[in-house]
């Protein structure tokens, strides 16, 4: 199996540009989730799924969106790009319906860098 | 708030040397903890994890972490470090509703 696949690899954007992150994951996996790295920050996260239909905010959501129409896909929309979203993209999934938790796989990730 | 910290931004060992990665986390309830490696240009994988139970333990590659309460640590260990764990590590505490809150990283360089 796959896992989890993101694309692109990575890509430059010009500022105020509109770009969609695309994640897909093939565990069947409930719960989606997307990060920022940032050095010196670690990762932070920017939108989360539970379920498919549902999406909630992390602690870094200004200036993206997420969807959630299947179980499978969780793609990111930058809307406007700016220059402090230049960054590398995580996509990340677990089955959170196991008890106590269970762990999150991730993506391979996607360098955005936008100018 | 949740919240972990890694001191050490930056580490260099001798390869054969053994190694210890800190982490401190704040956290009210009993914490789900991990900890992940990064290889560059690479995503991120689970070296090993503690939600209950027995506070040493063993992940892959030959680490281990031992977590103790009293002082709010969760620190990564390896008896002998080999080239090949030359990484980004990173701790997380799984925070509410499921999501980790991650550490902001010690990348570690080994030395031949």
């Known amino acids: 199996t796959a896992g989890i696949t993101q694309a692109p690899t990575s890509q430059i954007l010009a500022a105020g540009r509109s770009m969609t992150l695309r994640c897909t994951q093939d565990m069947r996996h409930n719960a989606m989730y997307w990060y920022r790295q940032d050095l010196g920050l670690g990762l932070r996260l920017i939108h989360y799924?539970?379920?498919?239909?549902?999406?909630g905010k992390g602690e870094v959501p200004d200036g993206y969106s997420v969807s959630r129409a299947n179980t499978d896909d969780f793609p990111l929309t930058l809307a406007s790009a700016v220059p402090s979203q230049t960054s590398v993209y995580f996509c990340?999934?677990?089955?959170?319906?196991?008890?106590?938790?269970?762990?999150?796989?991730f993506g391979p990730g996607t360098r955005l860098t936008v100018l | 708030a949740q919240s972990v910290t890694q001191p050490d931004i930056h580490i260099t060992v001798s390869e054969g040397a053994s190694l210890e990665l800190r982490c401190n986390y704040s956290y009210g309830a009993t914490p789900y903890l991990f900890w992940y490696v990064q290889s560059p240009g690479q995503g991120l994988q689970l070296l090993l994890k503690y939600f209950s139970g027995d506070t040493l333990v063993q992940g892959i590659k030959g680490f281990e972490a031992e977590f103790k309460r009293s002082q709010s640590s969760f620190n990564l260990r390896k008896p002998s470090v080999h080239w090949s764990d030359a990484a980004e590590y990173f701790c997380a505490v799984v925070g509410g509703y499921n999501k980790l809150i991650f550490g902001a990283g010690t990348r570690l360089a080994v030395h031949p």
């Open positions: 990340a999934s677990s089955d959170s319906r196991q008890a106590p938790y269970n762990e999150q796989f």
């Open positions: 799924s539970n379920t498919a239909g549902t999406t």
